[in-house]
């Protein structure tokens, strides 16, 4: 059973179709890319996925337990503990707190204890505390940003609050992972060593993964299956080698035809 369907989801903003008839199935463990020019539609469908948006029409389902369950209607927050965790085109960390106090936020989307027990201090608010202190500082040492655990997240240099950031929903234990345009504002080497990282988390959580990026090169050297939008409707699906020579594909992002033959 795939972990994600959608099905002829459409959303539609003053009167313009956003995004138009999108159907998608994720695999388990499945890397896949969401590309297209600008104003394609492509964090519109990571809201609507998110629920920070809800379509006009269609069907989003999340394969919960070998059962699907419907999201349109659901809260972000609630899609979250269901599995399915996102990061931002426009990096979004509390950035007065630290970076410990970033991941920390994110494990108490699980801790038991309630608010009688947090105002009287009880024991089972201090063991979880220092169950959730111990898993943050664990998870922060895995992508080597431990040893600046009590930065604020502000001061982190652009490559490591990103990584913060995808630390953060891995925190919330997902079991598929959305990326908006993760290389964004990056330089070479931290493209190379994000692509390297997004390999990495794949294999270490288990996780399925789907990515928006203009990043071309991060796109094609890591996605096995690339799904391309334009004017909010797909126009091309397919393995990285057959999209690069999609004509359509290169049309929409070039605005003309490709030339063949020799």
Known sequence: MSVLNTENVSIC???LKAVSG???QLE?????GLIGPNGAGKTTIFNMLTGVYTPNEGKIQLNVNNNYQNLIGLKPYQITRLG????????RLFKELSVLDNVKIAYHFNVKYNVLEAICRTHRFFWEEEE???KSLELLKLFNIDDKSAELAKNLPYGEQRKLEITRALATNPRILLLDEPAAGMNPQETQDLMKLIQFIREKFDLTILLIEHDMNLVMGICERIVVLDYGQIIAV???ESIKNNPRVIKAYLGKEVETGA
Do not use: D, H, Y
Not at 28 to 32: D, I, R
């Open 22 to 24: 999108f159907n998608l």
């Open 132 to 134: 959730v202190s111990k």
């Open 238 to 240: 397919g393995n990285p």
């Open 28 to 32: 388990e463990g499945e890397l896949v």
């Open 84 to 91: 399915m965790a996102r990061t931002f085109q426009n990096i």
């Open 13 to 15: 903003f003053g009167g």
